[in-house]
């Protein structure tokens, strides 16, 4: 079967996400200040073959750990369908 793994990347909140911020400001300048945080990160699908919903599961956290995620500076969320 294949399976649809969507992966959502995000700056770990205790660091300074600079992309954010830039966001933030641009948005103020645009008259939006009610826009208090702008946080920055990354959405990646993946379709995966596998032969069950906990395999992609792993297959997709593997992909995380090794190459999409920096877990130094980031945090990752998957979410199989």
């Given amino acids: 079967m294949t399976f649809t793994a969507h992966i959502n990347v995000m700056p770990l909140k205790e660091l300074l996400d600079p992309q954010g911020k830039a966001v933030l400001g641009g948005l103020k300048n645009l008259g939006l200040g009610n826009v208090h945080d702008v946080r920055v990160g990354k959405h990646i699908t993946l379709q995966i073959e596998a032969g069950s919903k906990e395999e992609a599961q792993h297959i997709a956290e593997n992909a995380c750990q090794k190459l999409l ?7 990752y969320e998957v979410n199989i369908q």
Avoid: P, S
Wanted: proline fraction near 0%; charged fraction near 15%; avoid cysteine.
């Fill in 69 to 75: 995620a920096n877990q130094v500076m980031e945090f």
